[in-house]
């Protein structure tokens, strides 16, 4: 499998417009002809609350020079519902210090709103988990793969709307990106469920869609158990 093309996504906005300067800090892989790439995910990432569809044809991440990046997705967590583990999809680009990548796993509400009222927003920082993936395949070699992150049992709490991403240092661990669902062709008949990008620690937001169209969900993957009745872990 072969990578057509490794993307610089530019601003459409000034880089100095509220909330949008890391914008011009982000880059994106993308399949050729929209084509999914191979993707390794153990057990314990099969199945979940997901908003992609299992497949993957692109991926987002930030320039060497960003200090500090993230990028969160909102789930609608049902009642009833105990978090437990969050399953991240990673990959790398050819010029990557990798295999493994040291990371954080982010919690923000839905209580922030964007530079025009737009509500849902990520918000209030809620928690953080500190993990590690090891062995992150190479976009255009081996394609991607799911990493599980185990919840303190605290996060079991966790309710309603949430964004859930990842928090690294793309200065340090260079050339990688989180996997994102695309649609084939840039089609509009699935929905958008939408990635915020931050730079600065989580004081402001910028979505991803709006410069890359195809974009359709990241591949974050949230799993749990039931209060009452059977688990959601083989959930479809």
């Known amino acids: 499998m072969t990578v057509s093309r490794i993307l610089l996504t530019l601003p459409l906005l000034a880089a100095g417009a509220a909330g949008h300067a890391d ?6 892989l993308e ?14 990432c099969t199945g979940g609350l997901r908003n992609d569809d299992g497949s993957y044809e692109g991926a987002v ?10 990028y969160v ?9 105990a978090p437990t583990r969050v399953c991240v999809c ?12 040291d990371f954080e796993l982010v919690f923000h509400a839905a ?10 927003w990520p918000g209030t920082f809620l928690a953080r988990v500190t993990a590690r993936a090891e062995g992150v395949p190479e976009f255009a070699v081996d394609g991607v793969a799911l990493f599980p992150v185990e919840l303190p049992s605290a996060l079991g709490r966790l309710s309603g709307r949430v964004h859930v991403g990842a928090e690294w240092q793309p200065f340090v661990d260079r050339q990688f990106f989180l996997c994102n669902d695309a649609e084939v062709g840039g ?27 195809t974009y359709r969900a990241l591949g974050t993957v949230l799993f749990g158990n039931a209060l009452f009745g059977d688990g959601f872990d083989a959930l479809p």
């Open 111 to 120: 209580d922030g709103t964007g530079p025009k009222g737009e509500p849902d």
């Open 23 to 28: 914008e011009v800090f982000r880059m994106a």
């Open 31 to 44: 399949a050729p002809a929209g084509r999914a790439v191979p993707v390794s995910a153990p057990a314990a």
């Open 90 to 101: 990673w990959t790398r680009g050819p010029f990557n210090t990798g295999p493994d990548i």
């Open 61 to 70: 991440g930030y320039a060497n020079a960003v200090p500090l990046g993230s």
């Open 73 to 81: 997705m909102a789930f609608d967590i049902p009642e009833g519902f």
């Open 187 to 213: 089609g509009t008949t699935r929905p958008v469920f939408e990635a915020f990008g931050s730079t600065n620690e989580g004081q402001s937001w910028s979505p991803v869609s709006p410069n890359r169209p």
